[in-house]
């Protein structure tokens, strides 16, 4: 990796990572998930629309479908599904879900094979590898097929 590269990918994580804690907080998660990193890539100004362009998915559309998930788990446990917004600094990818730190690594292993910067995009794709949690059912709710979601960052 040159140093461009590594400058680069440097300045992104810090955006990325600030508004994806960003995101959690205002949805009333205390930690950074890998749907929080989706949302944030979602709306990054850098991400070519073009490639989700056949895709029912944009940071709106995602951010409803996490609310969903979660007042959907919430509701199976009888609880009624509110958030209230956290008001705390940002820490960092290190204070984050186990689901977020294997979407970023998995991006950052993308955009290497690439031989390229890490983007948004490679977010996003990583994130269809997930299975299990708010982000896969995210995903499942918005009809969104997982090699569709894979097939971007190609």
């Known amino acids: 990796m040159g140093i461009r590269t590594a400058v680069s990918d440097v300045?992104?994580?810090?955006?990325?990572?600030?508004?994806?804690?960003r995101v959690a907080h205002e949805l009333?998660?205390?930690?950074?998930?890998?749907?929080?990193?989706?949302?944030?890539a979602l709306d990054r100004e850098d991400l070519d629309r073009s490639d989700l362009a056949s895709l029912p998915l944009d940071a709106p559309?995602?951010?409803?479908?996490?609310?969903?998930?979660?007042?959907e788990a919430l509701g199976s446990l009888g609880l009624a599904g509110t958030s209230t917004p956290i008001?705390?600094?940002?820490?960092?990818?290190?204070?984050?879900?186990?689901?977020?730190q294997a979407v970023f690594q998995d991006a950052r292993k993308r955009a290497r094979?690439?031989?390229?910067?890490l983007r948004a995009v490679d977010i996003v794709a990583a994130a269809a590898h997930l299975e299990y949690g708010t982000t896969a059912r995210a995903i499942d709710r918005?009809?969104?097929?997982r090699a569709e979601l894979e097939a971007l960052a190609r």
């Open 11 to 21: 300045s992104f994580m810090k955006s990325l990572f600030t508004a994806a804690e």
């Open 28 to 40: 009333g998660d205390p930690v950074m998930g890998a749907e929080h990193l989706v949302i944030a």
């Open 61 to 71: 559309r995602f951010r409803d479908a996490v609310i969903a998930v979660h007042a």
């Open 87 to 100: 008001d705390d600094h940002p820490r960092g990818v290190l204070h984050s879900t186990a689901s977020a």
């Open 113 to 117: 094979e690439r031989r390229a910067t």
């Open 142 to 145: 918005l009809g969104i097929r």
